[in-house]
């Protein structure tokens, strides 16, 4: 949890704030992004509180009320894994050119996070939330994109399966906090023709077999 926060966060000043929620209890908080002793504490207990219920984090700082507060160093992408196990699904997403790092499993989804130098969200809004179209049309036409003022799940949260009566722990994998990419490589690669919905070369499931 702290070292996901850190790399979120980098940087964080007053009044700068972080926004979880809790979608069932329709429970919202903002708490003080500064790197300081009782903050990831807070999160922790916000979790603890709202167990069993689905608990989301916004990547993007907000103000204390409420407002973007400009800077973004995530992207992301939410992957329903309707009808696989998260692990294979979790597979398939580290075999794409620019693999995601880190990467969320929950019980129903994946979501791949690319972590990236900070982006004023003022001045680059409309690029950025053109890059996580593409994004989510590397994996198929079929997934909403991300918004930049969206949420994803918390990890450590306790989350209903989708098809069946159990709760599943929201698990952080695959994380290496000293890597960042660069929004125009990003970009790049997400419009390359190797998109999921343009060739052969997208997602393993759409052409039956796996990549090489």
Same mark, same amino acid.
């Given at each position: ?18 926004? $979880? ?19 990831? @504490?807070? +999160? ?5 509180? !709202?167990? =069993?219920?689905? +608990? ?5 700082? #907000? #103000? ?5 507060? =400009?800077?973004? !160093? ?11 196990? %998260? ?5 398939? +997403? ?22 990236? &130098?900070? +982006? ?9 939330r053109r890059i996580l179209r ?11 994109? %991300?918004?930049? &003022? ?15 009566? @159990?709760? =599943?722990? $929201? ?13 125009? @490589? ?8 190797? #998109?999921?919905?343009?060739? &052969?070369?997208?997602?393993?499931? #759409? ?6």
């Amino acid at each position: 949890m702290s070292a996901l926060l850190a790399a979120l966060y980098p940087n964080a000043k007053w009044p700068d704030a972080i926004l $979880v929620e809790a979608l069932g209890a329709r429970a919202r908080k903002l708490i003080d992004a500064r790197p300081q002793p009782g903050r990831d @504490e807070e +999160v922790e207990r916000f979790l603890v509180l !709202h167990r =069993g219920d689905e +608990v989301r984090l916004a990547p993007a700082l #907000r #103000r204390l009320d409420g407002a973007l507060a =400009g800077y973004l !160093h995530v992207l992301w992408v939410e992957i329903p894994n309707l009808g696989t196990d %998260a692990e294979t699904v979790q597979g398939w +997403v580290e075999q794409s050119p620019l693999p995601p790092n880190p990467i969320i499993l929950s019980p129903r989804t994946v979501t791949g996070l690319w972590l990236i &130098e900070p +982006v004023d969200l003022k001045r680059h809004g409309d690029r950025v939330r053109r890059i996580l179209r593409e994004l989510a049309g590397w994996f198929g036409p079929g997934y909403h994109a %991300a918004d930049s &003022e969206g949420t994803i799940p918390l990890p450590g949260s306790l989350l209903r399966y989708r098809f069946r009566n @159990e709760l =599943g722990t $929201v698990k952080l994998v695959a994380f290496d906090k000293s890597q960042r990419y660069e929004l125009g @490589e990003i970009s790049a690669w997400a419009d390359s023709p190797m #998109r999921g919905g343009k060739t &052969e070369g997208g997602w393993p499931w #759409r052409n039956g077999k796996q990549k090489e």
